[in-house]
């Protein structure tokens, strides 16, 4: 065993590494959610916020069009890609192709519990194969030069024998994986929906924590059931960074607020009217590449989240005739009166 690597059945010295800022503050990985475009959208929210795509499958990008996967903005950084896979050759050769789309991070899913996503043997189920696991980080660290990190759970099914996430996370870290992303709770493969397993399992961040105390040279992100920036704020101590999801894409004035309370307190806090007249101005050249107006919209939703007008700006932009009357004007169109007079007044 190398130096400095920790022996997965016992805790380390109490010794920390140098504080590394890249993931203090992340938004989770979401199907059908993170695309380019929300992923765009986010960033006129946050600077900091460190984004990731939807998971992205080896076979998907081997086997099909990598740019249609893999093409962003660069605005988006700093961006990570998300690799679905379980055969170390095939993610080392998506985590070639990400590093050279330019990608700043390559993040492994071993969390998804969904049963599509284990018949093709990846995701949460591959937690019970850490051997197979560090043989996929290894061939990853070797093909590319940016970090590669590994999402996952705290256990499979009901047990909650802390050893088995300990030594997951031990294996990985002797194979080199230096960064932990920790949704706590555990994965029940059986009888839940993907969407039951983010609610049903017990959350224990407890678990995530005694992995931070062990591992203690390691970046420990901790996600699940944040749901405010002030919660973030709350479970940070003693971690490295938090990963929020949900919460941030139906609520997404919660990344606003994002780079003045966690990264810079002199930082500005974009108002709702600069986002829309910034999505505007990003959505009138997508369109002309055939983007539709509704492939943005959808994605804004929640931006007047508890605001007067917020009904009728969910209207408008849910409504297929109001997006082709207005077309790149129709964000613009669709705010509420007191944001449009801002805007105007600006």
Not at 35 to 49: G, I, N, T, W, Y
Not at 186 to 214: C, F, M, T
Not at 225 to 239: D, F, R
Not at 251 to 259: C, G, K, N
Request: hydrophobic share 45%; glycine share 8%; charged share 20%.
């Amino acid at each position: 065993m190398a130096a400095g690597t920790p022996a997965a059945h016992a805790p380390q010295p109490a010794t920390t590494a140098a504080a590394d800022t890249r993931w203090r503050f992340c938004v989770a990985p979401m199907m059908d959610w993170t695309d380019r475009h929300c992923r765009v959208f986010h960033r006129q929210l946050s600077r900091h916020a460190r984004l990731y795509t939807e998971m992205v499958t080896t076979g998907a990008l081997l086997h099909g069009d990598p740019a249609r996967h893999l093409d962003f903005d660069a605005v988006e950084q700093p961006l990570a890609l998300q690799l679905g896979g379980s055969e170390p050759a095939e993610l080392a050769r998506c985590a070639r192709l990400g590093e050279r789309w330019g990608y700043a991070e390559i993040n492994l899913n071993c969390g998804c519990p969904s049963e599509r996503v284990q018949r093709g043997a990846f995701g949460a189920c591959l937690m019970a194969e850490p051997a197979l696991v560090a043989d996929c980080v290894k061939a990853m660290l070797d093909a590319v030069a940016v970090p590669v990190t590994v999402k996952h759970r705290i256990g499979l099914g009901r047990g909650e024998d802390y050893s088995f996430v300990r030594d997951f996370v031990g294996a990985l870290f002797e194979a080199g994986c230096r960064v932990f992303i920790v949704h706590a709770r555990n994965a029940w493969l059986q009888g839940l929906s993907p969407r039951e397993n983010r609610e049903v399992p017990p959350l224990r961040y407890e678990i995530v924590r005694r992995l931070k105390h062990d591992f203690p040279c390691a970046t420990v992100v901790l996600n699940g059931g944040i749901q405010s920036l002030g919660a973030a704020a709350n479970v940070l101590p003693g971690l490295d960074g938090v990963m929020l999801g949900r919460a941030a894409y139906h609520d997404p004035m919660v990344l606003a607020a994002v780079d003045q309370a966690l990264f810079d307190p002199q930082a500005s806090v974009p108002t709702r009217a600069a986002v829309v007249d910034a999505m505007t101005r990003y959505l009138v050249p997508q369109q002309t590449l055939g983007v539709q107006t509704r492939a943005v919209a959808r994605h804004m939703l929640g931006l007047f989240q508890g605001e007067r007008g917020a009904r009728q700006w969910r209207r408008q932009l849910s409504d297929p005739a109001f997006l082709a009357q207005h077309g790149a004007q129709a964000l613009f169109r669709a705010m509420p009166t007191a944001a449009a007079s801002v805007r105007l007044a600006a």
